[in-house]
């Protein structure tokens, strides 16, 4: 058996195009989370509702070749309709529900931690201070969340342009030096 490896020097020296769109994604969901989440819920209602059309189309399809009339298709496709209307109707609403949901867990998670730090006040005091110091944040990150902007979608975005910022400076990097 012969085993040949190939080496494909255009996929090095091309354009990472995904990084760039990757930053893209990362400034929109850092500058703009709650348009991004919004969108989001618009695109899954859509769906919905044509998922929705698409089993009320097939029941009249079913009852139209086979003579028989199957309900639950029906039903299947009235509810998904509905599900997806409700959706795009309430994605604002649904946006700030998970930004408050956030924000409450993330103060939730501050506050456990805070408990955490008196427990280790005295036996670690390295301990200590680290989770008092995580606790604080997470109560102060769940404030944001709740008073300013979905801190989750936020750190996200940051975590996504320092990641293509990286991914595009390698690449420039390496061609560079050809």
Known sequence: MKVTIVNNKNSESSFPIGSLLLLILGIFLT????????????????????????????????????????????????????????????????????????????????????????????????????????AILFILLGIYSIFAKNVVLVVLGVVLIIYSIIDLVNYFFRNSKK
């Open 31 to 134: 500058f703009n989370s709650e348009g991004v989440l919004s969108s989001i819920f618009i695109f899954l209602g859509i769906l919905a509702s044509l998922y929705g059309i698409f089993k009320f189309i097939r029941y009249y399809q079913i009852k139209n070749q086979f003579h028989m009339e199957d309900s639950r298709v029906m039903m299947s496709g009235i509810s998904s309709i509905v599900i997806g209307i409700l959706t795009i109707l309430l994605a604002s609403f649904l946006t700030n529900a998970i930004q408050i949901i956030t924000g409450i867990w993330l103060i939730f998670s501050g506050l456990t931690k805070l408990g955490n730090a008196s427990f280790y006040k005295v036996n670690h005091p390295k301990l200590y201070i680290s989770e008092l110091i995580i």
